[in-house]
Structures are given as structure tokens and as C-alpha cells.
């Protein structure tokens, strides 16, 4: 009779796996406090930021044939932003604004992600 012995890439992708669960875990333990009190502060935005919000507050009310042109422009707008949290705050918003629909094809999502990149350098300098 055969007997099955659990291959050793299982036994690694469980370990990986368990790893990935507890570190999940004790991040959000770590940024659960932060979170409750960020939310209970609305952002201050600056003089540049201000119009960027107010784009992105009337994206989904365009209609498809400018909201790709505007997508793309607000992208290059938060690009050149000074490294920020409110940077960042605009750049994902932007980037779940601009999955929803097609408003510019495959240029505009390339326009939105390429900003997030440098988000991460900046903060990291």
C-alpha cells in the first residue's frame, strides 16, 4: 500500500502563509490606533492641494469622454506635490476613482499608478 507523504513546497507554503497571517495581524494591532485617530481629524489641506480635492470630489460626475483627460492631469498634478500624507491620501484616491469604468483606457491607468512609485522614494528619503 502507498502511503502520501505531504510534499515539502506544502509545508513551506503553510509556513509562508502562517507568517503572512501574524504579521497582518500585529500590523493592524500597531496601526489600529493611529487609524481611530486620523479618522477623527479631517486633513488640512494646502493651497495646492485644495483644487486637486475639489477635482477629484466631482470625478465620477464627468462625463467619459473628459474624465480620461482630467484622470490623467490630476495624476501629473499629485505628481509633482511635495512628498505628504495628504500626497499620498489624493494619490489613492485618485487610483480607486480611476478604476471604476474606462474613462481613459489603459494610458490613464498607467498615468495614475506611475505617481504611486514615487510616493514611497520620496517618504523614504
Known amino acids: ?9 506544502t509545508k513551506l507554503s503553510r509556513a509562508i502563509f502562517v ?3 501574524i504579521g497582518v495581524f500585529a500590523a493592524s494591532l500597531v496601526l ?12 488640512v489641506w ?5 483644487p486637486i480635492v475639489k477635482q477629484l470630489e466631482q470625478l465620477r460626475k464627468l462625463p467619459d469622454s473628459t474624465r480620461g483627460r ?8 499629485i505628481r509633482q506635490l511635495p512628498p505628504s500624507i495628504n500626497k499620498l491620501r489624493l494619490a489613492t484616491g485618485l487610483a480607486e476613482l480611476s478604476t471604476e469604468g474606462d474613462p481613459g483606457g489603459r494610458s ?3 498615468d495614475v499608478t506611475s505617481s504611486t512609485p ?4 520620496a517618504s523614504s528619503s
Open 46 to 50: 494646502t493651497k495646492q492641494e485644495k
Open 108 to 110: 490613464t491607468l498607467q
Open 32 to 43: 489600529a490606533p493611529q487609524r481611530l485617530t486620523a479618522q477623527a481629524k479631517p486633513p
Open 19 to 21: 507568517a503572512a497571517v
Open 1 to 9: 500500500m502507498f502511503e502520501i507523504q505531504p510534499c515539502p513546497r
Open 70 to 77: 482630467v484622470t490623467k492631469q490630476l495624476a501629473l498634478q
Open 118 to 121: 514615487s510616493l514611497f522614494t
